[in-house]
């Protein structure tokens, strides 16, 4: 079935430093990915996404880029701030049974420090 | 409303109770999705609506769990006879249309964590 795997946290890095947080798929057909966040006490929020092979997704400095060829999403942020400290979840939107839904990874923790 | 509310935020029950945990989405979002996460976890699809009718339920663990969406708008999951392993944050989420692939971007609600003890 399809499924998401997600590079295991916590992680730990220090103000402007470099984040890549590794996400792969396994999907039949040709599903759509996503990012989303859950900052501290509140509910998930959509990152970014992107719905082809080669799409690059990108919000708040945050980039990812779909490759069809190595099955991966992996997220990256050139220079990382306080304020993202938050669990990044990777997802695949697959079709099933006739309803969309969202298959999530198990979650990667960050935590910057200043 | 502005947001997907979910009602209680905090539900602690004895095992054995029958719990319900209300979803209040977004004003004109036809699709309702139910989602469960346990700690350390990534959120596990439960249960599908696209306006009053469940369309997908095949998430739902066992026949304790149950849903209904009666008027298209609000929802709530019921949990029958709960059990210590039902502990965890039940999330809500709307969407305005999900019938275009990767058009689908999902809202979600705040969380209604349970414990049973």
Redesign the interface.
């Known amino acids: 079935g399809n499924s998401?795997t997600q590079m295991e946290g916590p992680v730990t890095l220090s103000e402007e430093a470099f984040l890549t947080i590794n996400c792969t798929y396994t999907a039949t057909g040709y599903p759509?990915l996503f990012w989303?966040v859950q900052y501290p006490?509140?509910?998930?929020?959509?990152l970014l996404?992107a719905?082809?092979a080669d799409d690059k997704g990108s919000n708040k400095g945050f980039e990812a880029t779909y490759r069809k060829e190595t099955t991966s999403f992996h997220l990256e942020k050139g220079s990382v701030q306080v304020s993202d400290s938050a669990v990044y979840?990777c997802?695949l939107?697959s079709?099933?049974?006739?309803?969309?839904?969202?298959?999530?990874?198990?979650?990667t923790k960050l935590t910057v420090n200043p | 409303g502005a947001g997907v509310s979910q009602t209680p935020s905090n539900k602690v029950t004895e095992k054995g109770k029958y719990v319900e945990l209300r979803c209040d989405p977004i004003s004109g979002h036809t699709a309702l999705y139910w989602y469960r996460q346990s700690l350390g976890q990534g959120p596990e699809f439960l249960i599908y609506f696209q306006g009053t009718g469940a369309a997908d339920d095949s998430g739902l663990p066992n026949d304790r769990f149950f849903a209904v969406r009666p008027e298209g708008s609000v929802s709530t999951l019921k949990i029958q006879r709960t059990e210590r392993g039902d502990s965890a944050v039940y999330l809500c989420a709307s969407a305005r249309n999900s019938r275009t692939p990767g058009a689908n971007v999902l809202t979600f609600g705040a969380g209604s964590r349970l414990t049973v003890l």
């Open positions: 998401v759509s989303y006490g509140e509910g998930l929020q959509l996404k719905t082809k979840f997802a939107s079709t099933q049974g006739g309803s969309e839904k969202l298959v999530f990874g198990k979650g």
